[in-house]
């Protein structure tokens, strides 16, 4: 009678066969769609709670259709570039256009070494390399006839080698494509992100005299971000990181296994990234859809092979050696130094200065996602610098996807505060009116360089952009808590005046709205509106400086607003508490605002909405324009709103940028 295998065989074989092979299991028709129901409960369409075959079949034919429909990968500038000696020793390339190297982002697809190929990676993240000036590569690899570690053809380390050998050659041609072989990522998912790691902590495969130049090359990655990959695949070790005490039903052809054989032991170790970790390894983000929830003999393998614990581990290894590690997974610590796995890559790739987080704050957060590299400032002409303020308008919500020449292009003498230095203005993500606004601003200066220092975060009061910020004082008037944001600009320009020659020449100001909630908030607004200013041109250096504030209507247009939204017998109540008839339309509108700051905040939002005091709010900014020197209003009017219904869509952003450009000219026109 045969032997039941050790709990330790049994994972020894789940290791050694299932781990990176198909990951199909030996279970019945009739548990895996249990499994399936469980996962995907809407392909259950007649909702009875059993899912047949049928209507598996049918859900699996919509998510290929909806695939179908994802957006298509951009033709490569090169496909099928043979980098080895072997027929899957292929590549394509993506290379973004530039006039110095570019960096290089790879990408090692899944498919647990026994399928998958180069087309599996999204076209959004090459066209997002791209725009940010990163070159990107798709390769393939020799795939194993049985899984990694079991005894077959092309079994491990042969795809590492080929991972490294594509390395090698893209280093070795890096003239030829205009690549920096100083600046490489590489990211994939599951196989593709344990390939990825085991290149980054390997030590270097570079052989220096031999015969073969590409071979001569480092294999060495710079930045690392896998998805769903394994950190480790030697048997031991995931029993004592797991803790299961039975996996036996899923365990493939669990009936024939055999325990490992002290050569896959080894193999399974060295194949392992988490074994080759020394502290000079790159930085890494790793990323994992699922929960860290406990797994039992009832887990699937899709979950198991991809579970957190593989990140959990390795991070716990790396913060030990005081390395720097970040791990996102569902329901864990959020990732605050970075916005995204792809934000990593950029400003990894991109050379950030190695204060970089110390400008990852609240108030750039957006604007450093607008840069396109580091860029000098020309020497001729004039730097004439803007500071842009204010929240989710300032900040935008336009669709960088969505922008044309020449917005969506380097321009030589437009620059924005970015990542602690002066970058191309390039937004890659989202932009507000800031864009626009800078290269009209360009056109009308056509000798001198513009720039942009920005700060703004949405939702935020004026309170939270004053120069005595602090969280206590926020906190009692309700708003601003995401200060200190005038500390982020200050900083900002101390470090412009040190590296550069600003002359700033106005302050463009789109903020209002979250003061509109409360009343203690609208009314205070213009004298803290007034004293932001005057805290600006002193500590800019520039008495008189300029400042631009769009506002939604003038008083007259807010007037008849109020009146066609109060009934007669609120007008009439209004008038009586004045005591005394206005004299003219102005003082109707203070009568009118008295009034419904008057009622309890009920009362007033049934009347005005959730936004009761935008009224005064608007008329602070009104009232601005006329007695503060150099403060100019101007007035867009109704501009495109996009699909949420709140902020502008991209040609609204657009619009308002041209137009309050517009009334730079005109001031600066005047002065002449």
């Known amino acids: 009678m045969r032997k039941e295998p050790t709990m330790k065989e049994w994972w020894m074989c789940f290791v050694c066969i299932a781990l990176v092979a198909t990951m199909a299991s030996a279970q019945t028709r009739e548990e895996k769609l249990a499994v ?9 369409t007649n909702k009875d709670g059993t899912l047949t075959a049928e209507e598996a079949k049918a859900f699996l034919n919509k998510l290929r259709q909806r695939r179908k429909q994802t957006k298509e990968l951009p033709p490569p500038t090169h496909t099928n570039v043979v980098y080895g000696p072997h027929p899957r020793n292929v ?10 190297p570019t960096p290089l982002l790879v990408n090692i697809h899944g498919g647990g070494f026994r399928g998958g190929d180069k087309s599996i990676i999204s076209g959004s993240v090459i066209e997002t390399m791209l725009k940010e000036g990163i070159s990107v590569a798709s390769i393939n690899y020799r795939l194993t006839e049985k899984g990694l570690l079991t005894e077959g053809k092309n079994m491990y380390p042969a795809p590492m080698h080929d991972g490294a050998r594509a390395l090698q050659f893209l280093r070795y041609n890096a003239s030829k494509y205009n690549l920096d072989k100083t600046k490489i990522a590489a990211t994939g998912g599951s196989a593709g992100g344990l390939m990825l790691m085991w290149l980054g902590f390997h030590p270097d495969l570079a052989q220096p005299d031999h015969e073969d130049p590409v071979l001569r090359e480092s294999s060495r990655l710079q930045v690392l971000a896998p ?13 004592e990181w797991f803790g299961v005490e039975s996996l036996k039903r899923n365990i493939q052809s669990s009936s024939e296994a055999k325990p490992p054989t002290d050569k896959q032991l080894a193999l399974s170790l060295d194949a392992s990234p988490i074994t080759h970790l020394t502290s000079d390894d790159p930085p890494i983000y790793l990323f994992y859809n699922g929960p860290n929830e406990p797994v039992d003999e009832q887990t699937s393998w899709a979950k198991w092979v991809h579970h957190p614990v593989m990140g959990i581990k390795l991070k716990e290894a790396m913060d030990e050696l005081g390395m720097e590690c970040h791990l996102e997974y569902k329901d864990g610590p959020p990732v605050t130094e970075y916005e995204s796995q792809q934000d990593f890559i950029i400003q990894k790739l991109k050379s950030l200065p190695k204060d970089a987080k110390k400008w990852n704050t609240t ?4 604007a450093n996602t607008m840069g396109g590299g580091e860029a000098a400032i020309p020497k001729h002409g004039k730097f004439r610098v803007f500071v842009l303020m204010g929240q989710s308008n300032m900040q935008g919500a336009g669709r960088a996807k969505e922008l044309k020449a020449p917005y969506n292009e380097k321009h030589d003498r437009i620059r924005i505060w970015a990542n602690g230095r002066w970058e191309y203005f390039v937004p890659s993500q989202r932009f507000g009116p800031g864009v626009s606004f800078a290269h009209q601003l360009a056109e009308f200066w056509p000798d001198d360089t513009i720039g942009i220092i920005k700060v703004a975060v949405g939702g935020t009061g004026i309170c939270g952009f004053e120069k005595n910020w602090s969280f206590e004082r926020a906190e009692l008037t309700f708003d601003g808590k995401k200060g200190p944001l005038y500390e982020d600009l200050m900083n900002a320009v101390a470090e412009a005046k040190r590296i ?7 302050f463009f100001w789109k903020q209002g709205a979250a003061d509109g909630t409360r009343k203690v908030l609208a009314n205070a607004y213009y004298d803290r509106f007034k004293q932001l200013i005057s805290d600006l041109r002193t500590d800019l250096g520039t008495p008189d400086l300029p400042t631009f504030v769009p ?10 607003a109020l009146l066609s939204r109060m009934n007669e017998k609120d007008v009439l109540k209004a008038k009586r508490s004045a005591g005394t008839p206005p004299e003219n339309d102005g003082e109707l509108l203070k009568i009118l605002l008295s009034y419904i700051n008057d009622l309890d905040l009920a009362e007033a939002r049934k009347l005005r909405g959730r936004r009761p005091y935008i009224a005064t709010v608007i008329m ?37 940028g041209k137009i309050t450009a517009s009334a730079v000219e005109e001031f600066y026109e005047a002065k002449e």
């Open 36 to 44: 399936w129901l469980k996962k995907f409960p809407q392909a259950d």
């Open 91 to 100: 590549l394509d390339l993506w290379l973004a256009t530039s006039d110095k």
């Open 227 to 239: 998805f769903l990959g394994q950190t480790c695949v030697h048997g031991p070790t995931l029993l």
């Open 363 to 366: 108030g750039f957060k957006q």
């Open 500 to 506: 550069s020659q600003p002359e700033f020449c106005g």
């Open 551 to 560: 506002v939604y209507m003038k008083d007259e247009e807010l007037l008849k």
């Open 620 to 656: 602070a900014q009104n009232r601005a324009g006329r007695e503060i020197p150099n403060v100019i209003t101007l007035y867009p009017g109704k501009l495109p709103i996009g699909a949420d219904g709140i902020h502008y869509s991209s040609e609204g952003y657009i619009k308002l």
